[in-house]
């Protein structure tokens, strides 16, 4: 079959190191500005009472923990090639688990938007910190509930031995019943199909009432381009459930190019997506973009007096 062609292939050393090389760096990139964004929400009360960043700084850390378990995978499948069924089980769910969140608060953000621009008067009302919370408790119960019934139906037709076995850590690897292959193609055009009808539902209404009322146009503009956003952003999520189809083909056109085929789909996919949740709130949004600034020039100031000796203090 394709995926045990696949899964037989191996890169040479060095095509292994810098892959892996390219892949580390990426995450430590992206570390560094995941972890700068969760430290200045965190440091700044300010954003804990604002239900729009509660719910972007939860789609921040999501993405890292997505990101962090993907690569893991990926180096793990260079390390050690077939890995424990129960390990492999448990990164798959976390990785499907967080893949599925993305969207979903996609759609809980741009909600959030639209109830600011186009019902202000009620917003205090509508959008608590608590309910941003709920939200965020539901966002993960309606994520987790599809995919975890796939753990279910394979502990009941696999025996216990299978999950003492090593494989290449793949989902149809582990989660090898047909029937789990169609639930999931159908839920995934449930809730795309959803999110899209969301974004463009908030897009519209944002659009004509900014158009029919009084309200702050730039406030309208900005919300606007923050739900295309949002969009280009879903339509990257939206490649990680064509991509293998994609890939299928591809290996016909292509049939001695497969790694790099796979390689460039890993980072087109899992990864470039992933950078957009910082451009979209850490650079384009005014108020962050100056706590970031504020937080950085703080910490320059902070390195500054460290490095002044006590000999240094008696010369000034």
Known sequence: ????????LIDTFTTAFVKNLIVVLVWLTLSYINGTLVVTFFRHQTFHDDPRYILFIHMVINDAIQLTVTIMLFI?????????????????LVAVFTTRNT??????????????????????????????????????????????TDL??????????????SVFCLRQNVFKDPILAYKRQAVD?????????????????????????STDKTSAQKARNTILLHGAQLAMCMLSYVSPSVEVVLHIIFPGWILKIRFANYLIVYILPR??????????????????????LSNRCRNKVKKVTPEDKDHL
């Open 275 to 296: 950078f957009l949740s910082p451009i979209i709130y850490g650079v384009r949004d005014k108020k962050f973009r100056e706590y970031l600034r504020m937080d950085f």
């Open 103 to 148: 969207p979903v608060n996609l759609a809980a953000m741009a909600i959030e938007r639209y109830i600011a621009i186009c019902e202000p008067l009620r917003y205090t009302q509508i959008c608590t910190v608590r309910r941003t919370y709920i939200v965020i408790g539901m966002i993960w119960f309606i994520c987790v509930a599809p995919d975890i």
């Open 76 to 92: 793990l499948s260079y390390i050690f090639y077939k890995i424990n069924v129960a390990f492999c089980c448990f990164f798959i």
């Open 189 to 213: 055009i449930i809730y795309f199909s959803c999110v899209f009808l969301i974004l463009v539902v908030t897009y519209l209404r944002i659009l004509f009432a900014a158009r029919a009322l």
């Open 1 to 8: 079959s394709y995926v045990s062609n696949v899964n037989s």
């Open 152 to 165: 279910f139906v394979t502990l009941a037709t696999e025996s216990l031995s299978f999950f003492h076995e």
